[in-house]
């Protein structure tokens, strides 16, 4: 199993940018492809976004597109989300994972971190 925490969530204004983290330990998670979920308030998760084991290839939801970027260390065991532009319907907490099967399908693997909150105000 791998542990994973999520970190870089806070308050911004609409239209601000945040950089999220997330770390892995306990193994290695260079072998596997990496996803971002998020959960807002009342809402069931979302797979937002995905990069593929060796950061050649990535994914994003449609509402997202030209305004997040992830991407990924593998040396440091961690998977980075980018977010520029944010609006209020970006207010969630987020969550990464190994992924399972095509990158695109976001299949979760591992338990879920506590995830970070990204709060967007208006």
């Known amino acids: 199993q791998v542990q994973l925490v999520e970190s870089g969530g806070g308050l911004v204004q609409a239209g601000g940018s945040l950089r999220l983290s997330c770390a892995a330990s306990?193994?290695?998670?260079?072998?596997?492809?990496m996803g971002w979920f998020r959960q807002a308030p009342g809402k069931e998760r979302e797979f937002v976004a995905a990069?593929?084991?060796?950061?050649?290839?990535?994914y994003f939801i449609d509402p997202v597109k030209g305004r997040f970027t992830i991407s990924r260390d593998n040396a440091k065991n961690t998977v980075y989300l980018q977010i520029n532009s944010l609006k209020p319907e970006d207010t969630a907490v987020y969550y990464c994972?190994?992924?399972?099967?095509?990158?695109?399908?976001?299949?979760?693997?591992?338990?879920w971190g506590q995830g970070t909150l990204v709060t967007v105000s208006s």
């Open positions: 990069i593929k084991w060796s950061g050649r290839s990535t």
């Open positions: 994972n190994r992924l399972v099967g095509e990158m695109e399908m976001g299949n979760a693997f591992d338990a």
């Open positions: 306990g193994r290695s998670f260079g072998g596997y492809d």
